[in-house]
C-alpha cells in the first residue's frame, strides 16, 4: 500500500500492456500513435481519435475505485483461501458494501474458466439450495424426493475436473441437464470418471466410462471422483465459513471462483496476484456489473 497512485497506474499499465512492455495502443484499432494529456491520466488515438483510459475497455471501466484501491482489492482477494466476503472486503478497503460487493462479482467474473478438457477427466455432481423446512411432526413431513414438493430453488453443480489440468465448474438443474455440456466441454477421446448416478449412464455411449459405485468403496477398478468430491469439499468450506449461503443466481460464480483457486492452490500469492489481475483486464467490460453500483437493487 506503499504506492503512489501514478506507480500503482504503471503496474496496472506495464500487466494491461504486457506484450508491448506496458506501451498503451488504442483498444479499438491496435494504433500505437497516440496523443497524451499533461492533465488527466488519458489518450486519444491519433488514427481512430477514440480517447481511453488505463482501465477503459476492462472490467474495471467504469470503476467507482482507484486503481491502488483495485490492486489491493485483488491481493486481498486471492490471499483468501476460502473466499472473501463482501462485508469483509468492504472493511479491509474501508468502501461502502456495494462496491466491495460489485468489485467481487467481477473478480469471479474474470476466473470463469473457458476452454475443453481431455484426457481422464471426473465428472461429479452436487446439489444446493432449495431446502424445505421439515414439519415438526412426522406424520405432517412430506417427502422431498417428490419434484412437487421441492422449493424449485435446488440446482446442482455438475464439476468436470482434469487430472492434472483444470477444473471447470456449471449450474442446472439436474445432472441430466448436464449432459450436453459435458460433451461440448470434454473433448472426443477422453476418459471420464462417473460415480453411480443413473444420469451418467448415457456417457458411455460417447466416452470410455469408468464408474465407481460409492456406496462400495472410493476408487475400484481404477475409477475414481476423488478429485471432483475434492472441489466440491472446497466449495463446501467456503460456504460454511464465509459466504454461509452460497445458492441462487450467482452459485455458477461462486463454483468458479473455487475452482480457479482449486487450479492455483500451488502457484505462491504473488503470481495468483498477477496473474488474476491479468485476467481481469483481458476479460473485457463486464456486462453485468457495468454500471451495476448506480443503480438501485432490491
Ligand atoms: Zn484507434
Known sequence: MAMSDKQAAEAFQAIRWHETDGKPYCPRCRCAALYTYTTRALWKCKACEH????????????????????????????????????????????????????????????????????????VDGMYCGGHVKPENRKEDRIDRRLSENRTGKRQVVVVMRERGGRTLPFVFRSEDESLPTIQSRVAPGSVIHADESPAWDSLHARYLTKRINHKRAYSENGACTNQAESFFSRLRRAEVGTHHHIAGPYLGLYAGEMAWREDNRRVSNGEQYLKLVGAALASGVSRQWKGYGRRRVG
Do not use: C, P, W
Not at 462485508?87 to 476452454?115: I, P
Open 51 to 122: 480517447q481511453f483510459s488505463v482501465t477503459s475497455g476492462t472490467i474495471f471501466a467504469s470503476r467507482k475505485l482507484d486503481i491502488r484501491m483495485i490492486l489491493l482489492a485483488i491481493a486481498l482477494f486471492v490471499n483468501a483461501a476460502k473466499g472473501i466476503s463482501a462485508l469483509q472486503l468492504s472493511r479491509d478497503l474501508g468502501v461502502h458494501y456495494r462496491t466491495a460487493y460489485v468489485m467481487s462479482h467481477k473478480l469471479r467474473e474474470a476466473m470463469q474458466a473457458e476452454g475443453q478438457l481431455s484426457g481422464e477427466v471426473e
